[in-house]
């Protein structure tokens, strides 16, 4: 791996697949005011993130909808937050599932982290159904939760 600076050596993480079950992603989740309900269900992968000391940094997950995946369950050791472990993690785990047409998020809280990481905010008229059908968006997500679309590749 090549290391060009500092910050990327603070933020280097791997990520390491997690199963649903997982007592510790369900506890981040649960502290972060994250939705659990459904983590178990078919169709998610979830990665744990960690660091280059072997510590666990966070969590992310990808929900399959059709062409389409559903980014969700992003969430970083309140201890270790603003440093840049939410976009790498971000970022990683874009990297790692690919091969879908779109990406798409629903969040109350971190729209502009997200628009940080190239998502912007999308009506939900132009959602594709199978992106809407999620429990994410369709019961477990506020209807005033904001939608967002990666509008570039990821990097
Ligand atoms: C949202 C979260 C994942 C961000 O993780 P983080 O490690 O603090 O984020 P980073 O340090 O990588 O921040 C990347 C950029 O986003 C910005 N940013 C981070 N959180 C932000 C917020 N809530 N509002 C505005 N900007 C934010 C940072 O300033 C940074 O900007 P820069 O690149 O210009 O310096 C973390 O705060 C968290 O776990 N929150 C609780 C769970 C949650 O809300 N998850 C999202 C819903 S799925």
Redesign the pocket.
Known sequence: MLLTGSETMLNAISLKQVSGSDPELRQALVE???PTDDIEDEGRIFYKAVAGDGSSV?YCGIERCGDCRL??????D?E??????????VEATLRESNGYSDTY?A?T??A??FS??GFSEVPRESVPPAVLATRQLSSICPSSATIMKLQRPPT
Request: proline letters at 7%.
């Open positions: 972060a005011h994250l966070g980014l969700r369950s992003v969430v970083v309140p270790r937050r603003g440093r840049g472990f939410g976009r790498a993690i998020l969040t809280t971190a502009p982290f940080i990481i």
